[in-house]
């Protein structure tokens, strides 16, 4: 996806599960738990806490991104 496409789900957020290419997803419930690098290629989600993982993607791994409520 467009590194556009995939900030522009922070405006009116809702949660979101972002479909990766090799199948796996991941819940982000909150905005505070997805960031970008500031090249715009790199997309940071971190888990829930009192988890502290977190995952790098590159912005070509997420295929969708759908709004949940």
């Known amino acids: 996806m467009r590194i556009e496409d ?5 405006t ?3 949660p979101v599960i972002l479909y ?8 982000v419930n909150h905005q505070d738990f997805l960031m970008f ?3 715009g290629e790199a997309v940071f989600v971190f888990e829930e806490p009192p988890s502290k993982n977190y995952q790098i993607l590159d912005h070509n791994q997420i295929v969708s991104i759908e709004r949940s409520a």
């Open 6 to 10: 995939i900030k522009a789900i922070r």
């Open 37 to 39: 690098s500031p090249t």
């Open 12 to 14: 009116n957020w809702k």
């Open 20 to 27: 990766l290419a090799d199948g796996c997803q991941l819940r």
